[in-house]
């Protein structure tokens, strides 16, 4: 399969790029610290730079992988982190990817997820060999699920996350769109 990595991707309002360790700043400010943020997006909350840093120096070196997609969202306007979107499971042998996607509690309502979530999946269309796209939310996380619906992907039964772990969506809501 034919995979391209993290490449920067524009659209009008965004900036999506890899992240950098100068990120750790907006980060704590905008997001990853946030537990109501943190909780919808179902990651842990970081209360250090040094918890951050360690984060991104993962994050980092995984950029050295053809099949590693992480973008930082950054707002063209003020230049500012104001969260992230990726590829959270990769599954080369059928052409499909998970996406996850979280935005900083204060840039909630305003289009930022739609954008990032619509350029991701033309980027992944266009420039890859990925056939199917995936997403999936919380029942009580209805947020996701109209930035899902915005961004042209469809209610599904299932997505290979639970078909493979052979468990029921149970409380989720599966989404996906294909090529």
């Not at 009008?12 to 943190?38: G, T, Y």
């Not at 997609?69 to 306007?77: D, G, P």
Request: glycine share 4%; charged share 25%.
């Amino acid at each position: 399969m034919k995979h391209s990595g993290t490449q920067t991707i524009e659209t009008p309002r965004l900036l999506l790029r890899r992240f950098v360790h100068e990120d750790c700043s907006d980060m704590m400010k905008n997001w990853i610290a946030n537990p109501k943020v943190q909780f919808e997006y179902g990651e842990p909350i970081y209360t250090t730079h040094l918890q951050i840093d360690d984060l991104l120096s993962e994050w980092c070196n995984n950029y050295k992988k053809s099949d590693f997609y992480r973008w930082a969202i950054i707002e063209k306007e003020h230049n500012e982190n104001i969260g992230q979107i990726a590829f959270c499971k990769v599954y080369s042998d059928c052409q499909t990817a998970e996406i996850e996607y979280c935005i900083g509690e204060a840039f909630w309502g305003m289009g930022y997820a739609v954008e990032a979530l619509s350029a991701v999946i033309n980027f992944a269309f266009n420039h890859t060999d990925f056939c199917k796209l995936e997403a999936y939310h919380r029942v009580e996380n209805s947020k996701s699920g109209r930035v899902l619906e915005k961004s042209a992907m469809h209610i599904t039964d299932n997505v290979q996350r639970f078909i493979r772990e052979n468990t029921l969506p149970e409380g989720k809501v599966c989404y996906c769109i294909t090529k």
